[in-house]
């Protein structure tokens, strides 16, 4: 069984994030980057799927600039055993989700996989597309918030949570791709024969004009700006519970 | 310029979610053409609030087979009706259902989708969408380079303002056409939440514990606050006290739990790490209640009190009957 773990490298939630002077970008100099939370908990569930099945393949993928690769580095430290690179130093750095997702599924359709997982969402830009994205252009069923997952009898079963607290069980044919979320499992640490083993493996690269992608035309959406969030107006401390309780219903008007 | 729109609707027992009429009236600013779908079972047209919104049509697709959501099949539904009728935007909730849906309509359709925005203007015949990122650091104002123009709205974030004008609504009711066998994805088992109440991402008001909180026992207090002030109000926690086990992971408010904006958060003891704010940054009215004075949630607190959240919220909770009943 072949499985694929779609990877991206974010800025670390900690760090500082500034706008460059023209808004049109962020600065990035300082930036510490890390691997996606959500794709740590695809990568595990890949590893463990390998280490109770026979004759599992593991490949992470992922599209992004040249620091990427870190990201992928970290990948094979865990216990990956191949990765591939789309890489572009400009076209995926807005985070468009319809350039990276076809980009993607080119590489996907080619390599075959049974099994694809991918956390939910990157932690930079937010936009939890794509591994629906990919449902759609691979025409593959796909469960996205993914908080359990089984490979029984060559199905897939995952249970992921909705609205109101309501669990849901799906069923689902390979191949098709699996969305991950916090609470799927507990990633593990890379370790030092991992980190050994990763610097002897080669990272396949995979450029955009190799898959016959026009950024140009394949990209869907454009931040026109980047802007702070409005300077919240200086908020009122009350010394007293009668005071709080009376500006909530006079001033705010919410209780 | 009257641009065809299309929003897809949800609804909780056949009526339409309060949280998403907000996107009826945004809709509005744009085009007096406004259409809204609502795929499910036993549903209801919904003709009395959407005569209040400028809606001019509802599509309704019932049938017990559409009873749980299933991506496959809602898909295939709405990308019958988008090609039917050739619409300009389509816009839904960031719920669940829309994010399972709207990409992978963007993808048929090979067109852009904002997802999660909280806002959304006209320029000069563009649409712009301004949606949070970085965790909510920053905001972006996104434009879509395709046709149709796809956006999710955070759920609560936009609001409903009934129209001077009553319209008329049609009532559209389409036959389910596809196959609903030979599904590669199907729904098993569904274990429905035991509460009645709202889900956090559509509450209206929040009350939110954090490390103050020792036990789960004492958890019970936040929720006699929440209790006092209204039977809609339900409560949330941080990573910390979920880590802790003295909540539950279904009420984590946070960048890796749920992104909530309610009129009004109060939150106990909880001290306002970047995290925490990525998921209620967004909410109206925010309220913090901490012994540290220098904790950073007082800083985009609207009100904040320094104290024991043991000492506060009772007091609270007396304040709030005692007004109830004045």
């Known amino acids: 069984m072949k499985i694929g773990i779609l990877v991206k490298q974010v800025p670390d939630t900690e760090t500082k994030i500034k706008i460059r002077p023209d808004s049109l970008g962020i600065e990035t100099t300082e930036i510490k980057y890390v691997i996606n939370p959500y794709d740590e908990y695809a990568i595990e569930e890949a590893l463990r799927l390998k280490e109770s099945t026979n004759e599992v393949q593991t490949v992470a993928i992922s599209a992004g600039p040249e620091r990427a690769a870190e990201a992928l580095k970290t990948a094979l430290a865990m216990g990956v055993d191949d990765v591939i690179h789309i890489i572009d130093n400009d076209a995926f750095v807005s985070g468009d989700g319809f350039l990276t997702a076809k980009a993607l599924s080119k590489v996907l359709e080619q390599e075959s996989f049974d099994i694809i997982f991918a956390g939910k969402q990157a932690m930079d830009y937010d936009n939890s597309q794509i591994p629906q994205l990919l449902a759609s252009l691979l025409n593959i069923p796909c469960i996205t918030n993914v908080s359990e997952f089984e490979f029984k009898e060559g199905k897939v079963i995952v249970e992921r949570e909705i609205e109101g607290g309501t669990k849901e069980k799906w069923e689902m044919t390979l191949p098709c791709i699996v ?12 370790t030092l024969p991992g980190i050994m083993n990763a610097k002897k493996k080669e990272i396949r690269k995979i450029t955009l004009t190799d898959l016959k992608i026009d950024p140009a035309q394949t990209t869907k959406t454009e931040i026109k700006k980047f802007s702070l969030p409005p300077e919240k107006q200086s908020g009122k401390i009350v010394e007293t519970v009668k005071e709080l309780t009376k500006l909530l219903k006079e001033e705010a008007r919410v209780i | 310029m009257n641009k065809n729109i299309l929003i897809i609707g949800e609804h909780k027992n056949g009526k339409i979610k309060s949280s998403l009429l907000g996107i009826l009236t945004k809709a ?28 001019k049509r509802i599509y309704l697709y019932d049938d017990k087979n559409l009873e749980n959501p299933n991506p496959e099949i809602y898909n295939k539904l709405l990308l019958e009706l988008i090609n039917e009728m050739g619409f300009n935007y389509i816009f839904a909730l960031a719920s669940n259902l829309g994010k399972d849906l709207m ?7 090979e067109t ?74 199907r729904l098993i088992e569904v274990k429905k939440g035991k509460s009645d109440k709202p889900d956090l991402v559509e ?20 929720e006699k606050l929440a209790e006092a002030i209204s039977p809609k109000a339900v409560t949330g926690a941080s990573r910390a006290i979920v880590d802790a086990g003295i909540a539950p992971h279904t009420i984590q408010v946070g960048q890796t739990g749920k992104t909530v904006a309610p009129k009004l958060y109060i939150a106990c003891g909880i001290s306002g790490a970047i995290q925490h704010l990525a998921g209620m940054k967004t909410s109206k009215i925010i309220v913090a209640i901490n012994k540290d004075p220098d904790a950073p949630i007082f800083e985009i607190a609207d009100y ?17 009957k005692k007004l109830k009943t004045e």
């Open chain 2, 103 to 109: 990409p992978r309509i963007a993808a048929k359709l």
């Open chain 2, 203 to 222: 509450a209206d008001t929040i009350i939110s514990g954090g490390r103050g909180v020792k036990n789960s026992e004492d958890f019970k207090l936040l």
């Open chain 2, 304 to 320: 904040g009190i320094v104290g024991d959240l043991y000492e506060i919220v009772p007091q609270l909770i007396e304040e709030i």
């Open chain 2, 28 to 55: 509005k600013e744009f085009s007096d053409n406004i259409s809204i779908v609502l795929l499910g079972n036993n549903l209801t047209d919904n003709k009395e609030i959407l005569k209040k919104s400028g809606v």
């Open chain 1, 179 to 190: 969305g991950t979320t916090k609470g799927l499992n507990e990633p593990r640490y890379v």
């Open chain 2, 112 to 185: 852009g989708l904002a997802s999660d925005c909280v806002d959304a203007k006209s320029k000069n015949e563009k649409l712009f969408f301004k949606r949070p990122i970085y965790a909510g650091k920053l905001f972006a104002a996104t434009g879509i380079n395709g046709e149709p123009i796809l956006a999710t709205f955070r759920p609560n974030i936009l609001e409903f303002k009934e129209q001077e004008k009553i319209s008329e609504v049609e009532v559209i009711n389409k036959k389910i056409t596809i196959d609903i066998e030979n599904l590669a994805c």
